[in-house]
C-alpha cells in the first residue's frame, strides 16, 4: 500500500509472495495509477523494502529512498492508519494466499482505490496542543484525497484535467456495487472447507516461489551506488539449451533448479557440469518473477536475462 502523505491518496495491490523483485513489479504498476510522480519512498524496516534490489529500483527511478528509525513502528502512522481504515475494513483480518485470492483482492483493491480516492472523505491533523494531561485537536475541513490533490498548488494541470476527467466518469454505486461483489468472494473463499484433494502441482509451486528468490543474505544499505550496474562478461553456458529450459519450466514451474539441472545432465551427458546450478537458479529467478507478475496483473514486464543477478 502507498499513501501520499499530503493529500491521503492512497493505492493499494496484491503482493502474490513477499519478495523483493515482484516487489518493484507491483511498484511500476502502482506508480503507473498514482495521479503524480513519486518523489519519495518512506518504509518501514521489514526485509521485503530494505535490500539492494529496492534501493537500486528507486536510485534508477531517481526517489529519494528513507526509512522510519529502528524499532519505532509508530513512524508510519500515516500508512498503519490507512491500513486499518481501508484494507482492514474491507478485507478484514484473514489470511489468504495463492493466486485465486490475489485475483480477488486485485479486482477489490481496483474498485476501492477510485472509491476511497474520489468519494470518501477524511479528516487531516492541523495542529495539536497539550496542556498538561489533555491533549487538543484541530482538523482541517473533511475532504477527499480527490479534492486535495486538486487544491494542492503542486499539482500539474494535466494531472487535474486527467483527474477530473475520471471523476466525470466514475459511480459510486457502481463502485461500491463491485467492492461487496469482491467482499462476498473473499469471504467465500475464506469460510470454504480445506481441500486435500488440491493438485499438489499448484502448493509445489506457491511453496517454491517463497524460497526461490533467496540469493543469499539482503544487506539493507543506505551507499549511493556511484558505478553502473554490469552486464554479462561470459559467455552464456545455457544458450544452447534456455528454449528447452524455458519449456520444462512452463511444463512444470514447481521443479527446483536441481531438478532442471539433472535432466538437463541426463539428456545432454558431460556438457553442463554442476557447477552451472546457480546459473539455471539465476534462470528461473527471472522466469517465477514473470510468471508471478502475469498471474496478478495480465502483463509480462520485459526483463532482461540475468538483470537480477548483480545486485
Known amino acids: 500500500m502507498l499513501t ?103 479486482e477489490l483493491y481496483a474498485a476501492a482505490r477510485l472509491f476511497v480516492n474520489f468519494f470518501q472523505p477524511s479528516f487531516k491533523l492541523a495542529e495539536k496542543h497539550r496542556d498538561g494531561a489533555r491533549v487538543q485537536k484541530r482538523y482541517h475541513p473533511p475532504a477527499t484525497p480527490y479534492q486535495r490533490m486538486l487544491a494542492d498548488g503542486r499539482t500539474s494541470n494535466e494531472a487535474r484535467s486527467r483527474l477530473e476527467a475520471l471523476c466525470d466518469t466514475l459511480d459510486p454505486v457502481r463502485l461500491l456495487r463491485d467492492i461487496r461483489v469482491a467482499q462476498g468472494r473473499l469471504v467465500a473463499m475464506a469460510n470454504a472447507p480445506h481441500v486435500d484433494s488440491e493438485p499438489a502441482s499448484l502448493e509445489a509451486f506457491l511453496s517454491s516461489l517463497k524460497t526461490a528468490w533467496r540469493g543469499g543474505e539482503v544487506r539493507p544499505t543506505a551507499k549511493r551506488r556511484v558505478a553502473p550496474k554490469r552486464g554479462r562478461r561470459r559467455p552464456d553456458p545455457l544458450v544452447t539449451v534456455t528454449e528447452r529450459l524455458k519449456a520444462w519450466f512452463d511444463a512444470e514451474p514447481w521443479r527446483t533448479g536441481r531438478e532442471l539441472l539433472d535432466q538437463l545432465q541426463l539428456e545432454y551427458p558431460g556438457q553442463f557440469p554442476d557447477s552451472l546450478l546457480r546459473t539455471v537458479q539465476r534462470r528461473l529467478k527471472i522466469w517465477r518473477a514473470e510468471h508471478a507478475h502475469r498471474m496478478v496483473f495480465g502483463a509480462v514486464p520485459t526483463l532482461e536475462m540475468d538483470s537480477l543477478t548483480t545486485a
Open 4 to 106: 501520499d502523505i499530503a493529500t491521503g491518496w492512497t493505492e493499494c495491490a496484491p503482493l502474490l509472495v513477499r519478495e523483493q523483485t515482484v516487489l518493484t513489479a507491483v511498484l511500476d504498476e502502482m506508480r503507473a495509477q498514482l495521479p503524480v510522480a513519486v518523489r519519495g519512498f518512506d518504509t518501514d524496516n521489514d526485509t521485503v523494502f530494505l535490500n539492494e534490489t529496492v534501493l537500486a529500483y528507486c536510485q534508477g527511478a531517481d526517489i529519494e529512498f528513507t526509512r522510519c528509525r529502528p524499532y519505532r513502528k509508530n513512524d508510519q502512522a500515516w500508512v498503519e492508519q490507512k491500513n486499518g481504515a481501508i484494507v482492514r475494513r474491507m478485507v478484514g483480518y484473514d489470511r489468504f494466499e495463492g493466486l485465486p485470492a490475489a485475483t480477488i483482492l486485485a
